[in-house]
């Protein structure tokens, strides 16, 4: 996802990285200036694994 948004000139405002709850996760923002948080989930996602 970070190859093609980049390849569309969106800027990446914080690269990826794996979050506490076991989530890869990154932030974007739209041309309004609103910030669009972008998230992953892997088999350890806390969200997942206790339905959050």
Known sequence: MV???VS???EID???KMGM???WQ???HDPDG???ECMQYTDK???L???I
């Open 3 to 5: 190859k093609e948004i």
């Open 8 to 10: 569309r000139g969106v």
């Open 14 to 16: 914080i690269e990826p």
């Open 21 to 23: 709850d076991g989530t």
């Open 26 to 28: 990154m932030w974007v």
């Open 34 to 36: 609103n910030k669009i």
């Open 45 to 47: 996602s806390a969200q």
């Open 49 to 51: 694994r206790y339905g």
